[in-house]
């Protein structure tokens, strides 16, 4: 889309999510939107990177993961304000990324998931074995809430409200990135290493930079999802929710920003529909899942433009068929 057509979506987008709580009946549905925006701001962070950078990334949970537990610890046992602990969590995070991705993004494709996919399972154990600084299996409790300068966010409706628009302003930042000369590069970068290379664009500063602004991405998710909740457990950073973000990104449509966003959506609320079918959950999850990638290959994104696409061409159809019998 056009940057235009970009910044229509994102103005309606926002004013959605500032106008559905009206339309909740209690505060559990606004801990399903709470949870759908804070998954959809990982997802436009592995957007950025896998479909349009096209590096493949399973370790992002361990990101998520890293920046909650590093604010958890500071604010909750070291003490500090919990605004300084989540900008501290957010820049180790950003640090650690740097370290890991100046190795790891020498390699490509399958040898790139299986580098990240190691990082994300060493982070799982920390996360499980230093019972001392994280809790352990158990978990780590007693977060602080979210706050300000010493004023406690307490409503839960306050720090949705503020959850949404920090997932808007990442969106926009997206946007911009996209249409700018960074995101052209990107693109050639997906589309051929050797070529973008060849035409001047340095494929090693594009690739280290994307992966990082991906995991900062994460972090702020999971700073916010530490103070949201008061409590986290490893359970949560796991190898299984980082295959479940490259699901929301790929059902989505993997070039699509907002296509990331209703993918992760719609696996952050689908399983809540399923729980009625307690005995077969896993399994019409998983089939949904299959036939999604079977008949919309390009992702919901792509869906709606052949849709569209569709109805346009009906239309004109119609048209000049009118006009024929006129």
Not at 83 to 98: D, Q, R
Not at 218 to 236: D, E, K, M, Q, R
Request: hydrophobic share 55%; net charge positive.
């Amino acid at each position: 889309m056009s940057y235009r057509k970009d910044m229509i979506w994102l103005g309606c987008f926002f004013a959605l999510l500032m106008l559905a709580p009206a339309a909740l009946p209690n505060n559990y549905f606004l801990t399903i939107l709470i949870l759908g925006c804070l998954h959809s701001l990982n997802a436009v962070g592995l957007c950025l990177l896998v479909g349009h950078a096209g590096q493949i990334s399973l370790g992002h949970a361990g990101f998520y993961g890293l920046a909650a537990y590093a604010s958890a610890w500071l604010s909750a046992t070291a003490g500090w304000p919990v605004e300084v602990s989540m900008l501290a969590g957010v820049a180790l995070t950003v640090g650690v990324s740097v370290l890991i991705g100046m190795p790891s993004l020498k390699l490509k494709g399958h040898y790139l998931a299986m580098a990240t996919l190691g990082f994300g399972i060493i982070l799982s154990i920390l996360f499980t074995e230093t019972v001392d600084i994280t809790g352990g299996p158990s978990g780590f409790v007693g977060i602080p809430r979210l706050s300000f300068f010493g004023h406690e966010v307490k409503k839960d409706l306050a720090l949705y409200r503020i959850v949404a628009g920090v997932l808007c302003l990442a969106v926009w930042l997206a946007f911009n990135l996209l249409h700018s000369r960074i995101g052209r590069a990107l693109r050639a970068l997906h589309t051929s290493e050797k070529a973008a290379q060849a035409m001047g664009v340095d494929i090693a500063r594009y690739k280290l930079f994307v992966f990082v602004l991906s995991a900062a991405f994460s972090a702020v998710a999971g700073v916010l999802y530490a103070h949201y909740l008061t409590f986290i457990a490893p359970s949560s950073f796991g190898f299984m929710f980082s295959v479940e973000l490259i699901v929301m990104v790929v059902l989505g449509g993997m070039v699509s920003v907002p296509g990331a966003i209703v993918g992760a959506f719609f696996v952050t609320v689908l399983p809540e529909f399923l729980r009625a079918f307690e005995n077969v959950e896993v399994v019409l999850f998983g089939a949904i899942l299959i036939l999604c990638m079977m008949f919309l290959p390009d992702g919901m994104a792509g869906g709606w433009n052949r849709l569209w696409a569709w109805a346009r061409r009906a239309r004109a159809a119609r048209g000049a068929s009118g006009a024929a019998h006129g």
